[in-house]
């Protein structure tokens, strides 16, 4: 079939001029190359197809049938063309993102925010999961390019970096007031449910003097009620190891699997939590919550977009890294 794809051409358009003459100046062609086409076709398919005579040709019945069947052909074709010309003019396409909730919401965004303006086309849909269950995503072939936080990065893939991340830990003055204070008072007995559970009461805050903030940032570490992501998390790993190097051993951990909640739940004088210092902004900024400092920060990370290094990429990725890079 395929060695026949050029004679079908030319049947096609001789039937549709009705004459060789006029299908070789349409093809731009000589006329006994026209015919020439037209003679291999007919004996590749063991029949006539067309009744020549001085007044031009005229299809045979298999010449009909033939035809009726190429013009649904090429008609199938030119749609097909058309609709690709579309497609590259107007940037239409589908572009599948992996990212986690709080990727998404302050990095992933701002991007798509200018994006979709860009690309209106274009029909972007999100799937949030962790870092390491993007990576999963893309390796399936179930999402067209991931944002992820800084990690092993698969054979295959392009990591690009878009920005820096600084892990921290946080708290509202109150809660940590409250730490120091009990740190200097005698202890409460053994077993108090009060103690360290993120519920300072506010009798404390009745009978307690202002106490002066003297524990070391190692202390009130270990001491206080220490709210982290769950351990399905590359940022956790990242800090279990920073907490790991400076020897200090959290005497109390609560799991969180949403980095907004950890920001909440210090703000309300829960505990200490380790959140991302861009992702907090906004808290800090207003004293909702304070910043530890701490003597060796916890080492800076990177975000980035991770895609399949390959050369037939859809045209939607392309557009999209592309843009990202320019802005």
């Not at 190359?33 to 040709?57: D, M, Y």
């Not at 190429?70 to 609709?83: N, P, Q, Y």
């Amino acid at each position: 079939m395929y060695d026949n794809l050029n004679y079908y051409k030319v049947f096609y358009t001789v039937a549709q001029t009705g004459s060789i003459s006029k299908a070789a100046e349409t093809l731009y062609i000589s006329q006994p190359a026209i015919s020439k086409s037209i003679s291999k076709l007919e004996e590749g398919l063991e029949v006539t197809l067309f009744i020549r005579s001085s007044k031009g040709v005229q299809l045979t019945e298999e010449g009909i049938l033939l035809f009726s069947h190429l013009e649904k052909a090429f008609h199938s074709i030119s749609k097909a063309e058309d609709e690709i010309k579309r497609i590259g003019a107007l940037g239409i396409g589908q572009l599948r993102i992996g990212a986690s909730t709080s990727l998404c919401k302050y990095i992933l965004l701002d991007y798509l925010k200018q994006f979709i303006v860009a690309y209106p086309h274009i029909k972007v849909t999100i799937d949030c999961h962790s870092t390491i269950h993007t990576i999963q995503l893309l390796k399936e072939d179930k999402i067209d390019i991931g944002l992820i936080c800084e990690t092993d990065i698969p054979n295959g893939y392009v990591y690009d970096k878009i920005t820096d991340i600084h892990d921290i830990f946080i708290c509202n003055d109150t809660y940590l007031d409250n730490l120091n204070y009990l740190e200097q008072e005698e202890k409460e007995p053994e077993g108090n449910p009060w103690l360290f559970a993120g519920n300072l009461t506010s009798i404390i805050e009745k009978e307690k003097k202002k106490a002066k903030k003297t524990l070391s940032y190692k202390e009130i570490l270990e001491k206080s009620n220490l709210m982290l992501l769950d351990r399905n998390n590359i940022t956790r790993t990242h800090v279990e190891q920073y907490l790991a190097a400076e020897r200090i051993l959290p005497n109390q951990i609560l799991e969180i699997n949403n980095m907004d909640l950890l920001v909440d739940f210090a703000s309300i004088g829960m505990g200490v939590s380790c959140v991302v210092r861009e992702f907090a902004k906004e808290q800090i900024d207003s004293g909702q919550v304070v910043e530890l400092t701490l003597p060796k920060p916890i080492p800076k990370r990177t975000v980035g977009f991770l895609y399949a290094n390959t050369k037939s990429m859809p045209t939607a990725l392309h557009n999209f890294i592309d843009f990202c890079k320019k802005n």
